[in-house]
């Protein structure tokens, strides 16, 4: 028996507000393994977080003047390129970069040294309309409202309210492109930030296309978080999927995964193109080139290859495995050039505090947290309205 589609549990004549306050209720079991171990995660999280408020950075991090602190592939290729097969996965795809957004913008606040200041570099104040900054932190913000723009007929269903669900409809299109734009440009913006470190990032991992190279990673690296997340959250809301769709993940994931490989190997030549341009082929001798040897042959081209295995033997653990192992190359990545390589030649490195890791953990878990209340009250993982209507 196909699970039914999601749609509004609103009843004719209630109230918004109290259909609202009503799905504050929990939906299921309270006392589940997650939860158990979430929440006391959760409540650290907000123990530190207020001692940071209270006594600064310095109380619960190792910061100091000397260590400072993909769902526009797949949004893209169903709403413009109209590859229906990834339809399915659209909205939480979508979900699940809107959140990850709205609480990095969280736990970047929590980050800055005085946070009231966040606003600086959206006003070019300090800064001004040339800088790098600037361009990323208006990315960053117009990306998050249109992430928001494309999930927002998923509410509209979920309330029941029609006339916001054409309106919300009609400029999803619009906010995919602008979206996808965006997207382009805070990767590519990010990697930029990092050309004003030259001569503190190690010759391995610094060049001028920095801004490509993160650019064409986040595209792998985001495929891999769709075919993890995807995976995941089919087995935890198997109930809220019809039968069309779950038929279908499979398919997905494969399709998925060579996008994916297509990146890769791009990634991997753009690698090579600047590591014998650049003279640094001699590196590679030293421990920091065995360091990048393992980062860029461990987790990119041993990964490409594992999908690809994955892809012909039609194996869905193989992709996972791969997904997994691409994770940690991109991570790994991004602590290369920002802590671990940065001013590689000081005898003392950046060591986060325990109270960084606890905040990390809780800004997870709580996302995790959002993310599940949301699929189990609005039509996200389900045939969504404009679907059944064709």
Known sequence: ??????????????????????????????????????????????????VRFAKGLGAVTNLSQEFPGGAYVVTIAVYVFGVRKFHPIARATVLSGFLAYAFYTGALVLDVGRPWNIVNPIIGNKFGANSVLFLVAWHFMLYLIAEFVEFSPAVA????????????????????????????????????????????????????????????????AGMSMVIIEGSISRRAFKHRIDASHAASHEEILFGI??????????????????????????????????????????????????????????????????????????LLNRLNVSVIAFKWYEPHHYVPAIGEYVVTAAVICAEIWVFRWIVLRMPVMGRDASEVRG
């Not at 589940?32 to 171990?37: A, L, M, Q, S």
């Not at 916001?164 to 400029?171: D, F, M, Q, S, T």
């Not at 995964?257 to 990634?267: D, E, L, S």
């Not at 193109?273 to 590196?283: E, F, K, N, P």
């Open 1 to 50: 028996m196909s699970a039914p589609a999601a749609t509004s549990g609103r009843r004719p004549g209630q109230s918004l507000v109290g259909y609202v306050l009503g799905e504050l209720k929990p939906k299921g079991k309270i006392l589940t393994p997650f939860n158990v171990i979430s929440a006391p995660i959760i409540l650290a999280g907000i123990a530190f977080i207020v």
């Open 257 to 330: 995964a060579k996008i994916a490989v297509g990146a890769m190997f791009a990634y991997l030549g753009m690698q090579g193109i600047i590591l014998i341009h650049g003279g640094h082929a001699a590196d590679l001798s030293t421990g920091w080139g065995a360091w990048w040897l393992l980062e860029v042959v461990g987790f990119v081209a041993v990964p490409m290859l594992v999908f690809a295995v994955g892809i012909r033997r039609r194996s869905v653990p193989a992709l996972l495995t791969a997904s997994v192992l691409t994770g940690i190359g991109i």
């Open 157 to 220: 269903e979920w309330l029941g309210l029609k006339k916001a669900r054409k309106l919300a409809g009609a400029l999803t299109l619009g906010a995919v492109i602008l979206g996808f734009t965006l997207s382009f440009l805070h990767q590519s913006g990010l990697g930029a930030l990092f050309l004003l470190a030259k001569g503190k990032i190690h010759p391995l991992w610094y060049s001028e296309f920095i801004p490509i190279q993160f650019l064409v990673s986040s595209v792998f």
